[in-house]
């Protein structure tokens, strides 16, 4: 497995192997660093985003660039012999099969229908406010050990559940120390004042997940969030790793993004339009992450108006007026 960590690439909806006149840039980086971690690239490379993995990358261009082709190829390699092959072991051909139709489906589709809510990439890093951020580590000390796990339809390959199941704390959950209305509003204020700024919009709650608990081998598919979940926030809690577990995202620019986080740490991102994932195994025991959502509104909408994060369909070609 490459190590990761901050900056990777190529062109949004382009085949990887068809963008080489990028690849100057970071041939050179690698050179220098030798490392990997500054290979560029964009979407379908170190995972299925817009397309199904391609089978000839030894033959096509990508075979210019020897760093992104092994890079390419092993993460090729990793989700077919591994990632699908633990599905398909699981559930079976069909369902999984189905289940990766869909997230490519969705990731190709979606954004193309949104409009962007911020400017700039589409995601922020920043830190937590610390009042905020010791509440909510209060919360995970008294009761991590109260998790309880996830439950996953068969075949869905949006998480490896079938290799490492998620864990769940729910913040809302009263029985639970310190948990309930008080915590669940505190994170919900504190958070609607960050993402109104970064947004300048509007915004009313939409999602609160609570903490998910990664564990040991976990990958989080690449994706994009179902609508309403437009402006959101992933907060790091805690965290036990033995390297860098990176929120890979595809930016507003077509670039990928490697973000690390550590405990504390606040990611913005446009999640309906931004896509997500993290394609690398967890190394280590575990990571905790709170996730907020928010959807950006209009005070002046009327019952019918599109949501204002949603572009006007375009009339198909197909689409036939008729003139009386
Ligand atoms: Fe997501």
Redesign the pocket.
């Known amino acids: 497995m490459f190590k990761l960590a901050t900056i990777i690439v190529s062109l949004l909806s382009r085949h990887p192997c068809q963008a080489t006149e990028l690849l100057t840039e970071a041939t050179l980086q690698a050179e220098t660093l030798q490392d990997f971690q500054y290979l560029r690239y964009g979407v379908d490379v170190s995972f299925p985003m817009h397309h199904h993995m391609p089978d000839d990358i030894k033959t096509s261009d990508c075979g210019r660039n020897d760093r992104l082709k092994e890079f390419a190829l092993d993460r090729l390699d990793y989700y077919k012999n591994h990632f699908l092959k633990g599905c398909r072991d699981a559930f079976g051909e069909e369902s999984c099969r189905r289940s990766e139709d869909e997230r490519i489906e969705m990731s190709k589709r979606q954004p193309a229908t949104m409009k962007n809510m911020t400017k700039g990439l589409g995601f922020h890093k920043m830190k937590l406010p610390p009042e905020l951020f010791a509440r909510i580590l209060e919360f995970w000390h008294q009761n991590q050990h109260q998790a309880s796990q996830e439950g996953w339809p068969a075949g869905s390959t949006y998480l490896n559940h079938w290799e490492s199941m998620p864990w769940a704390l729910p913040v809302d959950n009263i029985t639970l120390l310190g948990g309930g209305y008080e915590l669940t509003q505190l994170i919900w204020d504190g958070l609607l004042q960050i993402i109104s700024e970064w947004t300048g919009q509007e915004l009313q709650h939409a999602s609160m997940y609570g903490i998910r608990i990664y564990r040991t081998n976990a990958v989080l598919a690449t ?1 994009v ?1 179902r609508n309403p979940l437009i402006s959101s926030a992933i907060i790091n809690v805690a965290q036990d790793i033995v390297e860098p577990w990176p929120l890979e995202v595809i930016g507003h620019d077509g670039f990928a993004y490697n973000v690390t986080m550590e405990p504390g740490d606040l990611v913005l991102y446009e ?1 309906h339009s931004i896509l ?1 994932g993290r394609p690398f195994p967890l190394q280590g025991k575990f990571m905790a992450n709170l996730f907020v959502h928010f959807e950006p509104i209009s005070p002046d909408a009327k019952l019918h108006d599109l949501p204002i994060y949603k572009q006007p369909m375009k009339p198909s070609k197909n689409f036939i007026c008729v003139n009386h």
């Open positions: 994706h969030d999640s997500h």
